[in-house]
């Protein structure tokens, strides 16, 4: 059974950059033909798709999220991260990193794959 779980820091600074680390058990993230993607929620607000990577280390990233985010990975760590920089209050939220079908990319109510518990973060001064 496969389990993911986020690390990473709860507090960030306006304009400092966010790294969030995702941390794979139960399956590899080479793995063909899930996507190992990244998903947020703010306060009261729906889900946001932010990027995935695939089982080759492509990467793909909504509109939104284009010019400030990156997602990359560790094949030896069986890990996948995202960068998000020049953070403003508005990217508080709770971060999500997810094994997704093809057929599940960009859903937001209901989801599916398998996801792990997130990580709040919260961007303050």
């Known amino acids: 059974q496969v389990q993911l779980q986020e690390s990473g820091p709860g507090l960030v600074k306006p304009s400092q950059t966010l790294s969030l680390s995702c941390s794979v058990s139960?399956?590899?993230?080479?793995?063909?033909?899930?996507?190992w993607s990244w998903v947020r929620q703010p306060p009261g607000k729906g889900l946001e798709w932010i990027g995935y990577?695939?089982?080759?280390?492509?990467?793909k990233y909504w509109p939104s999220h284009k010019s400030r985010a990156s997602i990359s990975r560790d094949t030896s760590k069986n890990q996948i991260t995202l960068q998000l920089r020049s953070v403003t209050p508005e990217d508080t939220a709770v971060y999500y990193c997810?094994?997704?079908?093809?057929?599940?990319?960009?859903?937001?109510?209901?989801?599916?794959?398998?996801w792990g518990l997130g990580n709040q973060v919260t961007v303050s001064s």
């Open positions: 139960g399956d590899s993230i080479t793995t063909d033909p899930y996507f």
């Open positions: 997810a094994r997704v079908p093809e057929y599940g990319l960009g859903l937001t109510d209901p989801v599916t794959g398998d």
């Open positions: 990577t695939d089982y080759s280390g492509s990467t």
